[in-house]
């Protein structure tokens, strides 16, 4: 179900909005959309629950008015909803005395000429008629074009009169702030003037309300002295006319006239008969000779009435209608421009981060590493070189293939291949295989041969280390960088990145006597 | 997993891309990516917050500096298996050398699911399956992720041959081009590794999707706030009949021009921030068209509409320029020519064709008493332009992958193309109405259209945001 949004909730709505929009402008909303997240999140709402932008739109306004109370600040719509109910207890009573002071200064009655019926019934009723029929008129009107405001001065001066109050209330509310709280609420005016044009039907209903709620006020007190005129005064009414009416005609018209109410009051009661209009006419030539006491009593049931329903009744309704429309206009009320559809938006995405946080220290602090497990240092006194094969290139890049690329390292022959790095060999067994066959073969020195694109990991320059530990500190040891390989060629040139990379790592490990080269030139 | 919170280790080899595809994953482009290996020296938490509250845990690791140690370790060790991460990181916390293999296994430790990234250009090794094997001992929940660096795709086979034997699920994720429906992907294969998790995995699915239509919705409102703010802007000048009135005119061309420019920039910007690039400027394609002068005669030759579907639009929004002629008027022609302008819009889109870019034409000057003002902007035109660089600019920002850290995309236009390439001249007509309702309700500066109108056209940019952050094209 829609939770009735009111007035003074549209204009706080819009005044809220409006003191958004500098963060909007700057083009960053993260601020606005953590504060309507949490309010929402608040709520205990789920969005699968899909809560419609007027739901949304009261929670968020809720939580926003407890924020402004907590500071005690006062916002438009409850200075809205201040100045509109002075306003309509100032006009109600207003127009009840005047329409009390002009009845009793019309019902005065001295005991020589009868008050004048016809006089009371064109300014009291026939004026009232004629303005209803107007107003009926004005509304057809409007319906039919689809005006979008009630296209009348009168309730165009009564709107601008209430927005003038409101401003200069809201004005007087702001001397007890701070500066930018006034600032603030100086957004109000603004916001008034935009909400005019976004909802300016919805604003000049509470005129056309306080309009049916004077002329209430006005028939109340009409109704209200003519009562009490028959009842504690001694009243004779008359009626008299220049135009040549015959009393028949009057009558019918009487009649006519007082149809709404006749079937609910005896026959002699709710209007004057054609003897009581005879014994009623005052002509004043002739002075008070045809008037007759039932005739000038007859009156004052037909006045009530009169006054009853086509004064107070159609303002009663009017006052009713006017308050359905404003009633159902902000029912109807879409919700959906952008500042609604920006807040439904804050409103029900989640808020997500994941960001890298803080980096976690590492596990260990520089220590000293654990000690290496004394290799036995041979001296490499003879020629040639051991070619250390990894187990993926093995069989695709037999030592004779290598031979030719080797050659510039100027060791003699012979060169002797040695498998590494299966997965079920061990890294001792390798050592131990390593340190025999440089023994057995008299060999010169060792040639690893490496992928470089696979990057130079602690594993790898370990390696290089107990090699150097094993052969000694200046016999030859070298790295010979190949490619990836392609389908049918395995050694191929080194991208310089890597090169780059692994000449740099090496570097690091302090060897004068570590050759790295490509093994393959372009 | 023993933590409270769900927590995905990203490890592998170095210089596997771990970092980019965690980049991607989490949006951040202030992660430290690197073509040097070993980037990533220390373990980086990427908790995943909705609405304050920590729902799961990436994080990223150095990569394996020991594998073949650490395996020949592992298989060795004969105490209780769920023991065995425990002891194997007492043994070696103090050896600088296995410093990093105990990051990344202090995660895994802990309990949390593994996803193994690994570059899927380049052929599987002996240290791959050495890694693979750790993981497999460790019992953790593992994803294999293949990270497609290049374009190579020879290895794939061989990948997914191998990754069958050790792992729950399997997922080729390239991490420099990757956009959002394949980060979405991505984290639905999580759900794979272990069922426990899918209630909080779908969460937080739901949450990036609605996330990301939140992002296009802001999209679309800054977007819109531009196409106001510049269609409506208007500058003056005081002119006195002593004065130069071309150069003025010339310098309030200027102005506006530059005001025009500003605001783009300002959106720009905006939007990067809205969809995270915040570190690292995006770079557009070298002779991009998006790297083109907004004013530029390759921008009006290359985006917005055709000819034809100007003249179109011309006869929606030419009463603007009749407008401009009863102002001129003094009003006395009674809006004459506004009823005309519909036919001279369209007439004088079709003659003129390309001298509409000719900035009188475009800007509408207005020359009364003793001050000249250029703008509102009178040439529909610069409407779809503004549009279409906005779409094509964020297409790009939105298929920009978070962990891409290259430049080196192919060109948006080719230098001898000459069809439209922007967005809006593949629009059908009822798109291009909105687009000229709203430009003359701007014009006439009629709120209740313009409100209708701009709903309707948020609700189109929503739309092709949509269709361009599922394009692979950009």
């Known amino acids: ?522 | 997993m023993t933590t409270s919170v769900p927590i995905f280790a990203i490890v592998g080899h170095p210089n596997e891309g771990k970092s980019s595809v965690l980049s991607t994953l989490a949006e951040d482009d202030s992660v430290r990516v690197s073509p040097i290996p070993g980037e990533t020296t220390e373990v980086q938490s990427f908790p995943v917050t909705i609405d304050g509250r920590e729902i799961i845990r990436f994080v990223d690791t150095p990569g394996f500096q020991n594998p073949r140690q650490t395996l020949a370790w592992m298989q060795a060790y004969n105490g209780p298996a769920n023991q065995l991460l425990p002891a194997f990181i007492a043994a070696h916390r103090d050896d600088p050398g296995f410093r990093d293999d105990c990051s990344l296994l202090t995660p895994v430790a802990q309990g949390a699911g593994v996803i193994f990234v690994v570059d899927g250009s380049r052929p599987l090794r002996n240290m791959d399956k050495a890694e693979m094997e750790i993981l497999r001992l460790t019992g953790a929940p593992r994803l294999a992720v293949i990270n497609s660096k290049g374009e190579d795709s020879r290895y794939l086979d061989d990948w997914h041959a191998e990754f069958r034997k050790h792992f729950n699920a399997i997922r080729v994720f390239n991490s420099s081009r990757a956009n959002y429906a394949q980060r979405i992907e991505l984290l639905e294969s999580l759900k794979a590794i272990d069922q426990q998790l899918e209630p909080l995995l779908k969460m937080v699915i739901s949450t990036f999707q609605s996330d990301w239509q939140a992002r296009h919705q802001q999209t679309a409102e800054l977007i819109l706030e531009l196409l106001r703010d510049v269609l409506d802007y208007r500058t003056t000048a005081s002119c006195s009949p002593k004065d130069d009135e071309i150069a003025i005119k010339m310098k309030l061309t200027q102005n506006y021009m530059d005001y025009v420019s500003h605001k783009e920039q300002q959106t720009r910007k905006a939007i990067r921030t809205l969809y995270k690039h915040t570190i690292f400027d995006l770079e557009l394609a070298p002779h991009s068209i998006l790297e083109e002068d907004l004013f530029s005669d390759k921008t009006w030759e290359f985006l917005g509409l055709t000819d034809k579907q100007l003249v179109l639009a011309g006869a929606i929004s030419g009463a603007t320029i009749g407008a401009g002629i009863d102002l001129a008027a003094g009003g006395i022609s009674f809006g004459v020519f506004s009823a005309l302008g519909g036919f001279l819009g369209a007439a004088g889109t079709l003659f003129k064709g390309k001298d509409l870019l000719n900035s009188f034409e475009l800007l509408g000057f207005q020359v009364g008493g003793e001050s000249i003002q250029v703008g509102p902007a009178r040439n529909i035109q610069l409407l779809f332009i503004l549009l279409d660089r906005c779409l094509l600019f964020t297409a790009q920002v939105i298929n920009w992958a978070h962990g891409r850290r290259d430049y080196d995309q192919k060109a948006l236009i080719e230098e001898a193309d000459s069809e439209k390439k922007g967005v809006t001249s593949g629009w059908d007509n009822d798109d291009r109405k909105v687009c000229s309702q709203f430009f003359q309700a701007l014009q006439k500066q009629d709120t209740d259209t313009l409100e209708k109108t701009s709903k309707r056209l948020h609700e189109m940019i929503v739309r092709q945001l949509q269709q361009l952050s599922e394009d692979r094209s950009f």
């Open chain 1, 1 to 522: 179900m829609k939770p009735p949004l009111t007035l003074p909730d549209i204009l706080d709505i819009e005044f809220l909005f409006k003191r958004d929009e500098p963060r909007l402008e700057q083009g960053d909303d993260t601020e606005l959309r953590r504060r309507d997240r949490s309010i929402f999140v608040a709520t205990k709402l789920t969005s699968a629950a899909e809560p419609t932008t007027r739901e949304l739109a009261d929670l968020w306004l809720r939580a926003r008015r407890q924020e402004y109370q907590r500071q005690q600040l006062p916002l438009p719509g409850q200075i809205w909803r201040e100045t509109t109910t002075f306003s309509a207890v100032l006009l109600f009573l207003l127009s009840l005395l005047i329409g009390s002071g002009m009845a009793a200064s019309f019902l005065r009655y001295d005991g020589t000429t009868p008050v004048n019926v016809s006089g009371f019934f064109a300014l009291f009723i026939l004026v009232q008629l004629l303005l209803l029929f107007l107003n009926l008129a004005l509304l057809g009107y409007r319906s039919v074009r689809r005006i979008k405001a009630p296209q009348s001065v009168l309730y165009a001066l009564l709107g601008q009169g209430l927005s003038n109050l409101f401003t200069s209330l809201l004005k007087r509310s702001q001397k007890h702030l701070t500066a930018s709280r006034r600032l603030d609420l100086q957004a109000v005016s603004g916001s008034l003037r935009q909400f005019r044009q976004v909802y300016g039907n919805l604003l000049l209903w509470p005129a056309f309300i306080l309009l049916q709620l004077a002329g209430s006020g006005f028939n109340l007190g009409v109704l209200l002295t003519l009562l009490a005129k028959i009842s504690f005064t001694d009243i004779a009414f008359g009626w008299q006319s220049t135009l040549p009416l015959t009393d028949a005609f009057l009558a019918e018209l009487v009649r006519l006239i007082a149809l709404p109410w006749a079937w609910l009051l005896p026959y002699d009661w709710a209007y004057p008969g054609l003897e009581q209009i005879i014994g009623s006419k005052i002509v004043l030539i002739e002075g008070n000779l045809r008037l007759t006491s039932a005739g000038v009593v007859s009156w004052w049931p037909f006045l009530l009435g009169g006054i009853l329903v086509y004064g107070l009744l159609p303002r009663l309704l009017l006052l009713g209608w006017g308050s359905y429309q404003l009633h159902s206009g902000l029912k109807n009320l879409p919700c959906d421009s952008a500042a609604f559809r920006q807040l439904r938006r804050r409103m029900l995405t989640p808020l997500v981060h994941t960001e890298a946080q803080q980096q976690i220290p590492p596990l260990a602090a520089h220590q000293e590493p654990t000690p290496k497990p004394e290799l036995s240092k041979l001296s490499l006194t003879g020629s040639g070189l051991l070619v250390l094969i990894p187990d993926e290139l093995w069989d695709a890049c037999p030592i004779d293939l290598l031979t030719p690329h080797l050659g510039n390292l100027d060791k003699g022959s012979p060169l002797v291949a040695i498998r590494y790095g299966a997965i079920e060999q061990s890294g001792t067994a390798l050592l131990d295989q390593i340190s025999i066959t440089l023994e057995d073969q008299n060999l010169a020195g060792i040639v690893v041969i490496q992928e470089a694109w696979q990057p130079p990991i602690r594993e790898v320059t370990t390696r290089l280390e107990q090699l150097r530990r094993m052969i000694g500190a200046s016999a030859p040891l070298a790295v010979a960088l190949v490619g990836r390989p392609v389908a049918d060629n395995p050694l191929t040139p080194v991208h310089s990145q890597d090169l780059s990379i692994w000449l740099k790592t090496t570097q690091a490990l302090a060897d004068p006597y570590l050759d790295v080269f490509p093994l393959v030139r372009d």
